[in-house]
């Protein structure tokens, strides 16, 4: 459980309101929470890359007045990014990711998931430099 907590840590969280760009850079994406307004049903759009006219990776859709929470284990990996088209009737997204900055798993020779805890399937060395 310490493990889990001490990359919780590292996680960034955000809120978001209205359509734009998340992160610009590489990062592992771990929940998304969307709750819809009493207007009607909520939807959002999470792309690979900076804007909306990228790859949409995941759809959400929440009920009137209630949330659409989601877990992702494994994590998604967006290594362009992430742009967020927000629908109507959205009353926010809270995202939680892991932004890899300018680290390039191709460039330092080592598998993606050498990066990942183990208790994501990855190698004991990657928990040290998560």
């Not at 929940?31 to 307004?37: D, P, R």
Request: charged share 15%; aromatic share 10%.
């Amino acid at each position: 459980m310490q493990e889990f907590l001490e990359l919780c840590k590292t996680f960034a969280r955000h809120r978001f309101t209205a359509s734009g760009p998340v992160n610009q850079t590489p990062a592992f994406l771990f929940s998304a929470h969307l709750v819809a307004g009493s207007g009607g049903i909520a939807t959002a759009t999470l792309h690979n890359g900076q804007g909306a006219a990228t790859e949409a990776l995941v759809d959400l859709t929440a009920p009137q007045g209630l949330a659409d929470p989601r877990y992702f284990v494994p994590p998604i990996y967006f290594d362009r990014g992430i742009y967020l088209t927000l629908g109507t009737h959205a009353t926010a997204l809270l995202l939680q990711f892991r932004q890899l900055g300018d680290f390039q798993p191709s460039a330092e020779k080592r598998p993606l998931k050498s990066y990942l805890p183990s208790w994501l399937g990855g190698s004991p060395r990657g928990e040290k430099n998560i």
